[in-house]
């Protein structure tokens, strides 16, 4: 069976938000239970985004909320879906037709201690940005611009809590100094799980050729995001399928083809490039690939493989999953 893996999907807040029933196609938004089977999607990393109206004081709560929301409308339905917490169920999609599903931390306000990073493991959390775009107690984001910083003591013990559990760290928001910072004090793989090519589109969302290249030796990958404006400099309706394709190409001639997957950003993002409407429109990714001539080994690993291999390195293993 052909993996599919997208690495950011904000379906959980768009719910809420829109008052969506996920279980029905629907004609607003990228992705529900109907769109994502008819995709052939493998694996899909469900989003659990904080608004910024909840942070600090009510971060923790809110993110149970969201959390609990991944758990009754995704994780529960096991008719349709595996929850993925460790290697064994990464290996398990191989042949389980099943899609899988793993609940992500959009910025870890939530986070305010170990024990707390224990439970949302236990909660079967499995990947973890430690900002979005502002300053909180782990790090700074994106946004700090030129104050920004690296990460804070309580930050470097996070990092090296998720490794020893076995969470995927995102990088996406973080900010370059914490980036650089991340690296001095970690060891595993790691991803941008929604991130472009900075010398495509001078986002500062994006990545410069020196971080895609460090994302690419420790082992990890970057996730294209299909947000217009993270694609083409001022975005705009012009944005198409094909200006997708020229970030996997541009970090594929610096790094390879083992260093680049899908990270949609799908119901995060208001608009979306021509030809990539909806989560059913990844096929067309794919042959928008082999129309330039890419080998299908390529399509594949930037389809999903890279992302199955990266998992099977960083989580946990069955027997593990207690380690807590």
């Known amino acids: 069976m052909d993996w599919i893996v997208d690495t950011h999907c904000d379906v959980l807040n768009a719910i809420e938000e829109q008052g969506r029933d996920f279980a029905r196609r629907g004609e607003v938004g990228h992705a529900d239970l109907p769109r994502l089977v008819e995709s052939g999607m493998r694996l899909e990393f469900f989003s659990c985004y904080l608004p910024s109206e909840y942070k600090p004081e009510r971060a923790l709560s809110q993110q149970l909320a969201i959390l ?13 879906f595996r929850p993925v917490r460790t290697r064994a169920d990464v290996l398990a999609l191989d042949t389980d037709p099943r899609i899988g599903a793993l609940p992500s931390l959009e910025g870890a306000e939530a986070v305010v201690s170990l024990p707390v990073l224990r439970t949302f493991f236990r909660l079967g959390v499995r990947c ?41 760290f995102d990088v996406s928001h973080l900010h370059p100094r914490g980036f650089w910072h991340y690296l001095e004090v970690s060891s595993r793989p790691f991803i941008a799980s929604h991130s472009n090519a900075k010398a495509l589109c001078g986002h500062r969302r994006n990545l410069d050729d020196d971080q895609i290249r460090a994302i690419a030796a420790r082992g990890g990958s970057i996730g294209l995001n299909f947000a217009p404006a993270f694609v083409r400099d001022g975005g705009g309706p012009e944005v198409t399928l094909e200006h997708v394709i020229d970030h996997a190409e541009h970090i594929l001639s610096l790094v390879g083809d083992a260093h680049v997957h899908i990270g949609s950003d799908f119901d995060g993002i208001d608009s979306t490039p021509v030809g990539l409407e909806d989560v059913t429109r990844l096929g067309a990714l794919a042959e928008g690939m082999r129309r330039r001539g890419w080998g299908e080994g390529t399509v594949r690993r930037i389809m999903g493989e890279n992302m199955r291999r990266i998992l099977l390195e960083v989580l946990p293993e069955e027997t593990d999953a207690e380690s807590t």
């Not at 609990?68 to 349709?80: E, L, Y």
């Not at 994106?142 to 990092?159: D, F, I, K, N, R």
């Open 68 to 80: 609990d929301r991944f758990w009754r409308v995704v994780g529960d339905d096991r008719a349709h």
């Open 128 to 168: 973890i940005a430690l900002t979005w775009n502002e300053r909180n107690h782990l790090a700074d984001g994106v946004g700090v611009e030129a104050g920004g910083g690296g990460l804070t003591p309580l930050g470097v013990e996070v990092v090296r809590e998720m490794e020893r559990l076995g969470i995927l």
